[in-house]
């Protein structure tokens, strides 16, 4: 794209301020620019005014295998579940694009130490709890990393320091994700650099189409795999490919599956698994209506009482049905570093969105979703922030409760 066009193409949407510095670049830097401004996804932007009352009408609550029901199946699940494993039709995918913005570390999440008087990373702690299972089913399944431009890089370099935390190297496979741009509350994309557009990752809903354009598909279809289990990298107990959960989800009959815990309180800030208009849909804490959330039943528990904690599975051949469809973005409200008046800004409160698509959106598309009653004290333990709620200290504590040193 040459000067002109880029001129006449942001003037037409009001996005001129990100030729401000164009004078002062050098003919590479200007390059860069109108190359980023070329591949622009400026439609994106339009977003900031979508509504997110559409997403949240004609909810109703979600039916679940309960803990006591799936105390009572345990055996014939996990049965079903090692089998699935041992007929190497189970993957993972770990999804580790994120920013971690409010842990503040400014390596990938993975690589941050949980460890108290040892060094254990939350990815070797993941890794162990992988483990646990492939030494009960026999066999390894393929691990699929999802990254971003960000943090490939050190994320790649930290598993081959660690030797593969002991895993099958030809078993591990790295994928990149897509970015979006980022902007300011009235919609003004950043510049992170004079000559760079503020490109974030475009939120962990990107992860199958990411992972087909890096070409991984082809091991899925070579392996022959049917199932993949869908994780994030914050929680330090994730149990992953449970086989009684890989097992209940198969006989279940659903095209996929979400652990869920019962929620704390009705503010809890964690996506809430329902129903809109009877199928099965994720509502996130913060668009989530006050008055539903904190709405009980006649039993005084809350009505919409199952949030999730990012674990799903998915069958491979309804994902693949549901490919052509869009998921919609959403807007994170999340602390930018921009440049302004020549300078860069490095803010520590949110000052514009960021756009992602969701996970969580995935699960509505799939049509059928059973949900997976786990207990909290074992299963989750998000490292989301510093200090307080989610955070390093609670997970620490919960890890120690599990019986691991730290
Ligand atoms: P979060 O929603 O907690 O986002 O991610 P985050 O970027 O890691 O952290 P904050 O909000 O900036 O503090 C939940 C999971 O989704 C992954 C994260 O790595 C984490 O496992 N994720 C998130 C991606 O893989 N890509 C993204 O673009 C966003």
Same mark, same amino acid.
């Given at each position: 794209m040459d000067f002109q066009s880029a001129k006449n193409f942001l003037s037409r949407h009001g996005q001129?301020?990100?030729?401000?510095y164009y004078e002062e670049l050098t003919d590479e830097q200007r390059g860069i620019l109108l190359n980023e401004i070329e591949k622009?996804? *400026?439609? &994106? &932007?339009?977003?900031?005014?979508?509504?997110?009352e559409e997403r949240t009408g004609n909810l109703s609550p979600i039916p679940a295998r309960s803990l006591d029901d799936i105390a009572i199946n345990k055996k014939s699940y996990e049965e079903a579940g090692l089998k699935l494993l041992r007929e190497n039709k189970v993957g993972a995918v770990l999804l580790?694009?994120?920013?971690g913005t409010r842990l503040g570390?400014? =390596? @990938? =999440? /993975?690589?941050?130490?949980? /460890? *108290?008087?040892r060094k254990l990373s939350i990815f070797e702690q993941q890794m162990n709890n992988i483990k646990d299972v492939t030494s009960l089913a026999g066999r390894c399944f393929p691990l699929f990393i999802m990254t971003s431009d960000k943090n490939n890089g050190d994320t790649i370099a930290f598993f081959k320091e660690n030797n593969y935390? /002991?895993? @099958?190297? +030809? #078993?591990i496979h790295f994928f990149i994700q897509d970015t979006e741009p980022a902007c300011d509350f009235d919609g003004k994309i950043f510049l992170?650099? =004079?000559?760079?557009i503020a490109l974030? @990752?475009?939120?962990?809903?990107?992860w199958y189409s990411s992972l087909i354009s890096s070409g991984l598909d082809k091991v899925i279809r070579k392996e022959g795999i049917e199932w993949l289990n869908v994780y994030g990298v +914050?929680? &330090?107990?994730q149990r992953i490919c449970d086989p009684a959960f890989l097992g209940a989800t198969y006989l279940s009959g659903c095209a996929c599956s979400s652990k869920v815990v019962k929620k704390t309180?009705?503010?809890? =800030?964690v996506g809430v698994l329902c129903q809109q208009n009877g199928k099965p849909c994720i509502v996130e804490y913060y668009e989530m209506p006050a008055e539903l959330a904190s709405l009980r039943g006649g039993d005084g528990?809350?009505?919409?009482?199952y949030g999730v904690i990012l674990n799903y599975l998915f069958n491979v051949g309804a994902l693949d049905r549901t490919l052509s469809n869009k998921l919609p973005y959403h807007l994170a409200k999340k602390a930018v570093k921009h440049i302004k008046d020549g300078k860069l800004v490095e803010p520590t409160q949110p000052n514009g969105y960021k756009f992602e698509t969701l996970v969580v959106d995935m699960v509505k598309m799939m049509g059928s979703c059973l949900a997976y009653e786990v207990e909290r004290e074992r299963e989750f333990a998000p490292v #989301?922030? #510093?200090?307080?709620? +989610?955070?390093v200290e609670s997970a620490r504590a919960l890890l120690i409760k599990n019986g691991v040193s730290l």
């Open positions: 001129m301020h990100l030729l401000d622009l996804n *400026i439609s &994106v &932007v339009e977003n900031i005014n979508s509504n997110a580790a694009g994120g920013q570390f400014d =390596k @990938p =999440k /993975g690589t941050f130490n949980i /460890g *108290i008087t935390f /002991g895993y @099958p190297e +030809d #078993k992170s650099e =004079k000559h760079r974030s @990752p475009n939120g962990n809903g990107g +914050d929680n &330090v107990l309180c009705a503010e809890e =800030k528990e809350l009505v919409y009482r #989301k922030n #510093k200090t307080g709620a +989610d955070s």
